[in-house]
């Protein structure tokens, strides 16, 4: 205990997670600090190639070993399963109506790709190692629960809500194409390729997501600070228990299939975090009446802070334990 | 100088459903738009601003077509089937418009 | 298609005049505004652009609401309170708008 | 409150010849306009967007003009000058406007 | 001063300097380079963050000596006092209404950051330390002389310029959060923080403020063409004397704390610079009848390139000399 | 052959092409992926700041051989007579009307900075060194090829196409601009200057560089997606034909001259590359009846690819056997 709160202190005191606290704050504070859309934009398509690129050169360096195939399997597993889990429990506990609990489970079985990266960066701090086809794992995660979550649904009512042109935005939105577009470019190229692109890639990594993540906290802070109030306790109760199950849910996945500790953390961790990209542009298009605001907000403004400050020292501290590593 | 009639449509609309709209559009035979970005606005969904966005859910974009009357409602009806579940704003001004060969 | 006739009110206006305006409109119950962003323009203070600027106190943005003409005047008068002493271009135009059940 | 009747006229056309416009526009004594950037459309020419584009060739811009009813002629002959050759469609619309001083 | 003058054209044959000639020079000749509004604004975060960490971080290094208070105390009054001055130079030497006299002074009293970190890069350059708290100082600066200014005016009239909405705006605008935020984050994490964000914001550096000050070259070169002839030879003069003044107050200031000479360097800087992000913003709100493009273009057009080329090589002298450093 | 195919193996697995096929395919699946624009303008004023600036301090290091007066005259009447090849080849092989033959031949007179950039960074990895006056040549060859188009077309007609503000547009058009003047401030300021910058325009470069073609390739592949086949078999053939034309015009000029290999490749590259930047927003002004989706995507969707991949291994293998390098 003691551990995980010195580790959860450590991992607070970093200029990663400050930057975070910092954009959260100057938002509460209604400061009119803000970065522009495209730098924005322009800093995740950074953070998605490098950390496709680092996966690919990483597998085509350390070899795949048996577990890619169970990994990637459990990761669908995961990624179609949580919603129905995440859905009765918001049943349960707020009262939500069905489409809005179907679409906030959406995300929860889904990824959020920045969280991966932050736990990423703090294994690497650590000096824990990781498998690195879970940048593939995370890719193949993005879109089963939005298949989930579209079925809570349509077993409800009889209108189709997924055409062919929306499958092909979800399995080819630009997030999963950059992702494995990069792994395959760091796969080919492999060791050369990653020295000849690394002070690009590598070096000024941590410094970009510090900027990144201050304008995540903006845009977070913003967004609690619009609808103070429009959520329920029981679902900010939801926000924060979810990702603890899913992590559970991810660390079992593991144990079954034999990862490394690192690898355990980010299976934990993805299938603890909810996205905010993929699904909640697929269901403003799929499920239109549900309400964005729920969403986005528990996603964005509970549980993607609390994975970053609490969430990722917590998965930690339990998959060491848990592993023996 | 020599101007025609002709009608302004200003669809507002959420930046993921541009292309379904424009799909439409062209389906019916509208083939001329011109595309703004929304940068902010308030609704009845509360407001919103898309500084630092990086998800396609957000923000929304205006599509505007200049159109000869005898085809407005076509337009309007292509138009009100992609627009008619989803949070969108359509509307319609008289406008002179020079050069009409272009329409 | 059935329309309804509106009111188009663009209110073209220093950024960083934009929260305060936004905030009048809402004081006034006009919750209904989409912004575009102003990249550059002229007026008697003559020319100016949005490129390479970092400054807040370059850059305008257009307010356009649409708004059932009963409610007009609330909406003139919240926006000029504001605009007043500032620069600030204010329009109305006549529209039909599809679905007036959401204004 | 008390309103004016104007023109709104607004100018849609490509980004390379905003300067060769806005400079025939004040030759012409309009030195009142705003800029609003295009980030896409369709035409004759098929459709096109500026995203991720570079080239100073693509991209189309907005150029608007609130002017008085007896001006817009003199507004109106400026422009088609440029805009003649060149891509490019002009509309004209009834506003009023608060303030008219300003114009 | 034959001292002087090769200080003066060392510093002109840097990269940095002559970027922003080439971004005024472009201007000058009608040239459609640009830089995107987004990437200006990006960069300007990109070196706000930087500066400020770097600043927290080396007070987390070295300690705060005795002078940090009356170095902040100094920054106030200098903040508050120079528009004082200000305006009566500018009541004596131009024909500016009473209004833009203020909105002017306000400009002057206030701080320039880029000027901050361009005599930054030059201290290092030449390797002159200086205190890290020298950023807390500077985002002290930037506010102070907006009150003095308004004040300046509601002397003349009775109707009030100040609301609370505008005060929270000017002490909790972007920059000042950003620089004291980084600061605050550079200071919890040290040099560890330091290290791990190094690659990111102290190795390219330098580059940055290249891109950077080529983009406020081609800003300030379209002021200068477009308003041409606007500005009389009396404003003119002041735009070069005023900096000149501010700065010897500076360093009367720092030689009475007892600065290192860095330090009394970048204290002279800072009062010999003046602001055109925060106070502008300030003025269009508060003073909406002072014309935006004399202050704009004094700010912008005059006095910050004499700063960048003349200014910041002649501080460094004057510090030397008085300071024995 | 072997050579040249195990060459362009080679250079097809590097991050760099790989990154632009990932771009055309992203575009040609119809993904969503995007740059925004800020993004990619900002990234190509930093490729041609660094580009140009390092041309400037290799220069000031090696200083400037005899060849350098020959090599930019061979560059002016590449520039202006390739168009004259270009022109009359169309007119054999595709039925494209005059003013779109002249349009599309003053792109291919004229020069793309980017594979040229490209060209420089297969040099690198491959330990070719080159004349760093180079960038001073693509510099020069940008404009001239514009002039032939536009007389090509006055021959036919009487009507003036040139004006002073066209002409001025085109020769102070910004990625000129910048090129020149980041070339200029590298010279000025030499190795001390290279040095200071060199973590900001050296080591990140390739990584750079890798995103901003994957851009390229979006923007490519959107390009013939759109235009599926409107350019006949005539037109295609001809934007493959002619860089080898080109290159070959460019490898005579540099034996001619003496330049090394490395600058022989260069030299083949510029004559063989298309513009996309400068020449059709000329073209827009000046011929605004041409076609742009023709010359676009001849330039843009057809010859740059196969410079990228196919032609600069080709235009390595052979200036070394021509020069013997
Ligand atoms: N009356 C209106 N006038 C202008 N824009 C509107 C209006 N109502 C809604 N909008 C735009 O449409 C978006 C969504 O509206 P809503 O669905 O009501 O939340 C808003 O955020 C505005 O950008
Ligand atoms: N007649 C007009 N039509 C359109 N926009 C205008 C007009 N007058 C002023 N503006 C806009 O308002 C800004 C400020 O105008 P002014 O206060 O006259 O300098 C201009 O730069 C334009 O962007
Ligand atoms: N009817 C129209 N309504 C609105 N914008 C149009 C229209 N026609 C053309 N445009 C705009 O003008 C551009 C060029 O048109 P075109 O020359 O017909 O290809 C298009 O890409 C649109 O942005
Ligand atoms: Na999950
Ligand atoms: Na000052
Ligand atoms: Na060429």
């Known amino acids: ?325 | 100088m020599k101007t025609h009639k002709a009608k302004r449509v200003v669809i507002t609309i959420e930046a993921i459903m541009q292309k379904r709209l424009t799909d439409a559009l062209e389906s019916a035979g509208v083939t001329g738009y011109s595309i703004l970005d929304v940068i902010g606005g308030s609704g009845r969904s509360g407001p919103w601003t898309s500084e630092g966005q990086i998800s396609r859910a957000s923000g929304m974009v205006q599509v505007i077509c200049i159109i000869r009357e005898e085809r407005l409602d076509t337009l309007i009806d292509a138009a009100f089937d992609v627009v008619d579940k989803h949070i969108g704003v359509v509307t319609i001004t008289d406008v002179e418009v020079l050069r009409a060969e272009r329409f």
């Open chain 1, 1 to 325: 205990m003691a551990d995980i709160l010195s580790l959860a202190a450590d991992n607070l005191l970093s200029p990663v997670i400050l930057s975070f606290i910092l954009g959260v704050a100057a938002a509460l504070g209604r400061s009119d600090l803000s970065v522009p859309e495209a730098a924005a934009k322009g800093m995740s398509i950074y953070l998605l190639f490098a950390i496709g690129f680092k996966g690919g050169a990483s597998v085509a360096d350390h070899g795949v070993d048996g577990t890619l195939i169970a990994t990637i399997g459990a990761g669908l597993v995961l990624s179609a399963g949580l919603p129905l889990v995440a859905f009765n429990l918001l049943r349960i506990m707020t009262k939500m109506s069905r489409v809005d609990a179907a679409a906030v489970a959406g995300h929860y079985g889904s990824i959020s790709i920045v969280t991966f990266v932050a736990a990423t960066s703090v294994l690497q701090g650590r000096g824990i190692s990781s498998e690195g086809y879970m940048v593939a794992v995370a890719a193949v995660m993005e879109a089963p629960a939005i298949l989930s979550a579209l079925w809570l649904i349509s077993t409800g009512g009889s209108d189709r809500r997924m055409d062919g042109t929306l499958l092909r935005e979800i399995l080819l939105n630009g997030s999963i194409v950059l992702l494995v577009g990069a792994f395959f470019i760091g796969l080919a190229t492999g060791q050369d390729g990653l020295a000849s692109i690394s002070s690009f890639i590598v070096a000024p990594f941590t410094g970009v997501l510090c900027l990144f993540l201050l304008d995540m906290g903006l845009v977070a802070g913003r967004g609690l600070r619009d609808v103070r109030g429009s959520l329920g306790y029981g679902a900010v109760a939801f926000g924060i228990m979810m990702p603890v199950i899913g992590s559970l849910a991810g660390l079992a996945a593991a144990l079954l299939i034999g990862l490394s500790t690192g690898g355990s953390v980010l299976l934990m961790v993805l299938s603890a975090s909810a996205s905010y990209i993929a699904v909640p542009a697929a269901m403003r298009v799929a499920l239109p009446e549900a309400n964005p605001s729920i969403y986005l907000t528990l996603s964005l403004g509970i549980t993607f802070p609390f994975n970053l400050t609490v969430g990722i020292p917590l998965y930690v501290t339990l998959a060491q334990l848990a592993t023996g590593g």
